[in-house]
């Protein structure tokens, strides 16, 4: 009886994990994770307007090279605007919860960049 029990257990545990283990929801590896705005954004950077543009540390993307211009990504916009307060920011628009630093960007890229952040 003890064993029986022991199996049932066992089995019931089992069944439990493996019904924990999968999303109903199916996963595309096309499209990033809509809750990581800084991958939103550096695929409406890539796919959408056709821009140049890479990872850069854990909370920027730079576009165009090194040169061109770059966004920085923060938790809330008053984080991002509290960065303009302390100066850390010349030469950034704040869009949501991103600065975009112009750097050498010319209007159409900048214009497509507005955009997306828009989106995000």
């Avoid at 590896?29 to 800084?38: A, C, L, M, Q, V």
């Avoid at 409406?44 to 140049?52: S, V, W």
């Avoid at 307060?85 to 890229?109: I, R, W, Y």
Wanted: hydrophobic fraction near 35%; charged fraction near 25%; charge should be negative.
């Amino acid at each position: 009886m003890q064993s029986r029990i022991s199996t049932l257990l066992s089995v019931c545990v089992l069944a439990l994990a493996a019904g924990g283990c999968g999303s109903d929801e199916p996963t595309s590896g096309d499209e990033p994770d809509p809750n990581d705005k800084r991958a939103v954004a550096l695929d409406c950077f890539t796919n959408e307007a056709g821009l140049e543009a890479e990872l850069v540390g854990e909370q920027s993307i730079q576009v165009d090279g090194p040169g061109g211009p770059r966004v920085e990504f923060f938790v809330s916009s008053g984080e991002a605007e509290g960065q303009q307060f302390k100066g850390e920011a010349q030469d950034a628009e704040q869009v949501g919860t991103a600065l975009l630093f112009v750097n050498d960007g010319s209007d159409e890229v900048l214009e497509a960049l507005e955009d997306c952040l828009g989106d995000v």
